[in-house]
């Protein structure tokens, strides 16, 4: 990746071989395979055969989850919050788990939309509950810093199966519980206001 990054501070005008930019491709190699390395986990090493059984049917709810990813567009940082909800069928997840699953999913060039039903579906695959919902708040690079849209730079994205997708009342328990600070309509459609320019 070096000689690459080299290549391209020259490209954008600069001097590769000045002292402050002399370990800068091994720097951006070594940040960029750490914001990438999501790719070579696996959601069963994640998690670690922690899922357990349980006699207990109340909804789960782990939010404020903090993450950092990449759109995929722009190679431009998106970062937020991230809420999880679900409601066990017969198993939970080890609560630690759910934010490791979040970055790793994180930890790759994504796009939000993608990312919130990767971890809402994982969910689903793994435990089969009787609903999970993901919704993700983030703050897009790509579009504050280039100037776009600078209004709609926050997005929001929303993955609601099973209960949540059919019972409104579900899935406005959990909207009030994580009190989002934008203002969410209550459908179960996805959302997203995302520009891609
Ligand atoms: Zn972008």
Redesign the pocket.
């Known amino acids: 990746m070096q000689p690459l990054l080299r290549q391209l501070l020259a490209e954008l005008g600069e001097d590769p071989g000045r002292e402050g930019l002399l370990n800068t491709p091994k720097r951006v190699e070594k940040a960029l395979k750490f914001l990438t390395s999501g790719y070579s986990m696996d959601v069963d090493e994640v998690l670690n055969d922690a899922l357990f059984t349980v006699d207990y049917s109340e909804m789960v709810i782990v939010k404020d989850i903090d993450f950092y990813s990449l759109?995929?567009?722009?190679?431009?940082p998106?970062f937020g919050k991230c809420h999880v909800a679900y409601i066990p069928r017969t198993k939970v997840i080890g609560l630690s788990k759910i934010p490791r699953l979040v970055d790793m999913f994180s930890r790759r060039l994504q796009?939000q939309e993608r990312l919130t039903s990767q971890i809402a579906d994982t969910i689903r695959e793994k435990i089969n509950p009787l609903g999970v919902a993901v919704v993700m708040e983030a703050t897009?690079?790509?579009?504050s810093m280039r100037g776009v849209e600078k209004q709609n730079s926050f997005c929001v994205t929303s993955s609601m199966l099973g209960a949540f997708r059919d019972n409104a009342r579900t899935r406005m328990e959990f909207l009030e519980l994580i009190k989002l600070r934008t203002a969410l309509r209550a459908s179960s459609e996805p959302m997203a206001v995302?520009a891609?320019d």
Request: with cysteine.
């Open positions: 759109c995929e567009h722009h190679l431009l998106f796009i897009h690079l790509c579009m995302c891609d």
